[in-house]
C-alpha cells in the first residue's frame, strides 16, 4: 500500500516576543497527535532540523518592523500554500506598533547605544499589509484549542470555526458579573473577539483587548460610556492602545479622541 504524504508544516518568527509559538508548545499532550498527523519541518523554537519548502501551513508570528524582514515575509508567502498569521503581534502590528503613533527616529538613540547600526522601519505592521493572509488567528497570546481547530480545520479542508462573538458573550457563559455594570470599571469586552475566555473579568477587571477587535465592534458607543463616567480622553486614547493598537477600529477610535 502506498503510503500517504504527511502535510508539511513551518513555524516563522518575526518581531515577537515568542508567546504564540510556545502556546503550540504548550498544547502538551495535543501536540502529539498533531505531530502524527503532519510533519513539522521547520520550528527553530522547537527543533534545530530544517526542511526545506515548498511547505503545506506556514504559522507566522510576529510583526513586520525592519526591511529585511519586509522581504523575507515574501519569502515565506512564496514557500507557502496556506499562510497563517498567529497572534496580535502578526494580525495588528504588536505592542510595538505603539511606534506608529510617534516618531520612532526619537527612541533610537534612548534605548540602543550604537544607534547608527540600528536599521526600522517608521512602522510596526501586521503581516496582512505585506503579503496575502489566509487566516488570521488573533490573540496575545492565541488560544492553543483555537490554534488546534485551526490546524484541524486547514488539514481536513473546511473552514476554522472560531467565534467572531465579543468577550461579552464569554462572561455570560461563565456566569461572570458584569465588571462596568456592577463596579463601573472599565473594559473593553464589549468590543473585543473573544477567545480568553474571559480571563481578567473573572478577577474583577476589565478586558484588555488582547484578541483585538470582534467582528462589526462599536467602539464609538463603548467610548461613549467612557466619558459618561468621567473619564479623560488621554485615558480613553490608552484604553484602545494596547496590543491591538494598530487594529483598524481600535486605532481609528483612539485618534479620535486624541488632543
Not at 100 to 106: L, M, T, W
Not at 139 to 146: A, D, H, M, T, V
Request: with cysteine; charged share 25%; hydrophobic share 35%.
Amino acid at each position: 500500500m502506498k503510503q500517504t504524504k504527511k502535510p508539511k508544516i513551518a513555524v516563522w518568527k518575526f518581531a515577537s516576543c515568542d508567546g504564540c509559538q510556545l502556546s503550540l508548545l504548550d498544547c502538551e499532550d495535543e501536540l502529539l497527535d498533531v505531530v502524527g498527523a503532519v510533519e513539522i519541518a521547520y520550528f527553530p523554537e522547537a527543533s534545530r532540523a530544517f526542511g526545506k519548502g515548498p511547505y503545506d501551513i506556514s504559522l507566522v508570528e510576529g510583526s513586520i518592523t525592519t526591511p529585511h524582514d519586509a522581504e523575507r515575509i515574501h519569502q515565506v508567502r512564496r514557500l507557502s500554500k496556506v499562510l497563517i498569521t498567529i497572534g496580535a503581534c502578526a494580525t495588528a502590528g504588536g505592542i510595538q506598533a505603539l511606534r506608529n503613533f510617534a516618531e520612532v527616529e526619537k527612541y533610537i538613540p534612548m534605548v540602543y547605544a550604537s544607534p547608527q547600526y540600528i536599521e526600522t522601519l517608521k512602522k510596526s505592521t501586521p503581516i496582512n499589509e505585506h503579503v496575502f493572509v489566509d487566516f488570521e488567528l488573533r490573540g496575545c497570546p492565541i488560544n492553543k484549542y483555537q490554534l488546534l481547530e485551526v490546524f484541524n480545520a486547514y488539514l481536513n479542508g473546511r473552514k476554522p470555526n472560531v467565534p467572531p462573538h465579543s468577550v461579552c458573550l464569554e462572561c455570560k457563559l461563565n456566569g461572570n458579573v458584569c465588571v462596568m455594570v456592577a463596579h463601573g470599571t472599565p473594559c473593553l469586552g464589549p468590543v473585543t473577539q473573544a477567545g480568553c475566555g474571559a480571563l481578567c473579568p473573572a478577577y474583577h477587571r476589565g478586558c484588555y483587548g488582547c484578541f483585538g477587535p470582534k467582528e462589526t465592534p462599536n467602539p464609538a458607543a463603548l467610548s461613549a460610556w467612557f466619558r459618561e463616567k468621567g473619564m479623560p480622553r488621554e485615558e480613553i486614547v490608552r484604553k484602545f492602545r494596547g496590543f491591538n493598537a494598530y487594529a483598524e477600529a481600535f486605532r481609528k477610535e483612539s485618534e479620535l479622541h486624541e488632543e
